[in-house]
């Protein structure tokens, strides 16, 4: 095979620079045709199965479509052009058959069947006993048991799931890009921080207008909303952003609403095919909740403690905007200016205030001083080809060698699709050069430096931002800390999915602490760190409506849940009929009746989290209780900056991965079952 297409060169890096749309389709052909020939020839030995000559040859093969198709589908997702969606999208459908193909191999099935029944088996590591019994199950869950004509129509619906749900991204990526709001008299801006009324100014500059531009990208919208004192400015973006990519939303074939019900359509006909009753119980085969009625029982119990709390939240707004702001009547576009103007009030301070002390090469140093002083690594600049110029690239390193790198993607664009996420680049693996440290992206959506007078300013972030940089580092830390040697269970692959947020979640808290933050402010103009006074108000207003907010993600939970465990997409009842009776069961404030969130809810309608959305609420309790540990060792060590608790975070649940049921990773490292007083209590819940 020929090295000459960057696609097909695995010696090192992606090689971003040299990429081009016209590469992979060759290249994704060409590893098929490898995958399939490899698959072929194990498929038909008639030599004793071994781990050697079974699951390595595999292995490697299926690796190197995975990292090519990855570096594709990660350039779809950060770098859309029409040439690379038009490649996407051409070879999308073969690389769903090659994997449908493999997950229904009777053979190969067998031979995961028979390493399973050896005498052997029992004296693997448990990261190789972890593979071969999550092969087996993968086998029986991508329909390797059905007879050939239901095999074939099984192949049929995962071809289409595919499509649809590329389609349903693309949607959405293409309504947020269409849409400009322009503003040509700076007096409709009044309220609006200056930093985000010069980003709309040079967002409109670049278009070749007049006037101030603002888009929905997430920096540029809401900021409006929360901030803009012209009540009929925040309702239309308001509205432009609850109807995108719906038959509310500028462009009938942006309208997601038939693809959302093709999408269920498929998902309950892959699930009885298998032999379940809906596809929520396919999804919990491979996550730590037993089932649907235990996850609905879960979200139930934790919207009924939050509701007295969020029932207080809502009145106090209500009451504070008929009294302090004249609006008697809180509409869906208030909630959050209203909620900004209260927040100051009661706590003297604006987020806008927390931003100026938030300049982007304090927030990273910041955050590696954390990750260093926890884990015993470093963290260093590196050099690679990268799709952007604003894209950096980094190492980590551990007395002294190399575990790992990362890409860091900060800035929202053009042709980036919305939102914050980690994905691996490569994963550690041991090869016969030795070990093959893991890579991993990770990426953001936050608004981009400045440039004044021809000077590009530092970046900077919300303290929402830095919580969400903080975040997808705990998903990456998870990936590159790691010391599991196969690949199918290193870092994040392998890891029940309702447990991956876990470290990501865990993260977060670092944000909130004193002996953090001192070494990660500098304010824009006196360059002073944030002062202990203005910390207080923040952690005095740190569950400024938890309650609200609870409710909000308990609500999105229990759509995606019913949807996939009670919905009958053949019924009489609509997808809209089924969020407005969750709406009316636990939240206390109605969404208008145009709101049409679903219809960009990316996670599970193109993102994997299809009857796992709960995963957030659910990994949020593993991580409060995990954090609660470096509470306690804060009490003695005088910093919940604990390198004792880091390291046996680090030992029992960041290195071990997928190598063994999260469940035990939590035990191993808590010394006890999760319990769910650490959340309600860091969500000021509890009594």
């Not at 119980?281 to 235990?294: D, I, N, T």
């Not at 440290?437 to 000077?455: I, K, Q, S």
Request: proline share 4%; glycine share 6%; hydrophobic share 40%.
């Amino acid at each position: 095979m020929t090295t000459s297409s960057p696609l097909l060169d695995f010696t090192d890096l992606p090689r971003f620079a040299d990429i081009r749309a016209e590469h992979i389709t060759p290249a994704i052909t060409s590893l098929l045709a490898e995958n399939r020939a490899v698959v072929e020839q194990l498929s038909a030995s008639q030599d004793e199965v071994t781990w050697e000559n079974f699951v390595e040859p595999l292995e490697n093969a299926t690796e190197k479509l995975g990292r090519a198709w990855g570096i594709v589908s990660h350039l779809n997702g950060v770098a859309d052009t029409p040439e690379l969606r038009a490649a996407y999208n051409e070879n999308q459908p073969a690389i769903t058959e090659f994997w449908t193909e493999l997950g229904q191999n009777l053979a190969l099935f067998g031979k995961y069947k028979a390493l399973r029944a050896q005498t052997g088996f029992d004296a693997l590591p448990v990261a190789r006993k972890t593979i071969i019994q999550n092969a087996i199950r993968d086998f029986r869950l991508g329909g390797a048991e059905l007879p050939e004509e239901l095999k074939q129509r099984y192949a049929e619906i995962q071809e289409k799931h595919a499509m649809l749900t590329t389609r349903f991204s693309e949607n959405v990526l293409d309504a947020t890009n269409d849409y400009a709001l322009l503003i040509s008299d700076i007096n409709e801006l009044k309220g609006v921080p200056e930093d985000v009324i010069q980003a709309a100014k040079a967002t409109a500059e670049k278009n070749g207008k007049t006037g101030y531009q603002f888009t929905l990208h997430f920096p540029s919208y809401f900021p409006l909303l929360q901030y803009a004192d012209n009540r009929q400015i925040r309702e239309t973006i308001y509205r432009t952003n609850a109807t995108k990519a719906s038959e509310l939303g500028a462009k009938p074939e942006w309208d997601n609403t038939a693809i959302i019900e093709q999408l269920l359509q498929l998902r309950k006909e892959e699930a009885q095919l298998l032999g379940y009753r809906n596809f929520a119980e396919v999804s919990l085969v491979s996550k730590m909740a037993e089932s649907p009625a235990l996850v609905s029982s879960f979200l139930e119990d934790l919207a009924q403690r939050a509701r007295p709390y969020a029932e207080k939240d809502l009145q106090e707004l209500r009451s504070f905007a008929a009294e302090q702001l004249g609006i008697s009547t809180l509409e869906a576009w208030d909630v959050t200016y209203a909620s900004e103007k209260l927040r100051e009030q009661r706590y003297a301070f604006s987020e806008q205030e927390v931003k100026l002390y938030f300049p982007e090469p304090q927030v990273i140093s910041g955050l590696f001083r954390v990750i260093q002083t926890l884990f015993g690594v470093s963290i260093r600049i590196d050099k690679a080809d990268t799709w952007h110029p604003d894209v950096q690239f980094y190492r980590i390193e551990k007395d002294g060698h190399l575990i790992g790198q990362f890409y860091l993607d900060l800035y929202a664009r053009q042709g980036k699709r919305g939102g914050a996420w980690m994905d691996d680049a490569r994963g550690r693996r041991k090869t016969a050069g030795g070990i093959q440290t893991p890579v991993a992206y990770l990426v953001c959506n936050f608004t981009e430096p400045a440039t004044v007078d021809g000077v590009r300013k530092p970046a900077y972030f919300t303290h929402d931002e830095v919580i969400t940089l903080f975040h997808e580092f705990g998903h990456g830390l998870h990936h590159l800390l790691t010391q599991v040697d196969d690949l199918s269970v290193s870092g994040i692959s392998g890891v029940e999915w309702d447990a991956v947020e876990l470290p990501s979640q865990f993260m977060e808290n670092f944000c909130w602490e004193w002996d953090v933050l001192q070494h990660m402010t500098a304010h824009a103009e006196t360059g002073e760190p944030l002062p202990r006074s203005l910390y207080d108000k923040m952690i005095a207003a740190k569950n400024f409506q938890s309650g609200l907010q609870t409710l909000r993600q308990v609500e999105f939970a229990l759509f995606d849940m019913r949807l996939h465990d009670q919905f009958d997409p053949h019924g009489t009842q609509s997808v809209q009929d089924i969020l407005n009776q969750v709406r009316e069961q636990i939240s206390v404030f109605t969404a208008p009746e145009f709101n049409r969130f679903q219809h960009a809810f990316s996670h599970i309608f193109a993102g994997g989290y299809a009857a796992g959305y709960y995963s957030y609420k659910w990994a949020e309790v593993l991580s409060a209780d995990a954090y609660a540990a470096f509470e306690e060792h804060g009490k003695t060590e005088g910093s919940n900056l604990s390198r004792t608790a880091g390291q046996k975070f680090q030992k029992e649940v960041l290195e071990v991965g997928g190598s063994r049921p999260a469940l035990d990773s939590f035990k191993a490292f808590r010394g006890r079952e999760p319990a769910i007083d650490a959340l309600l209590r860091h969500s000021g819940m509890s009594a």
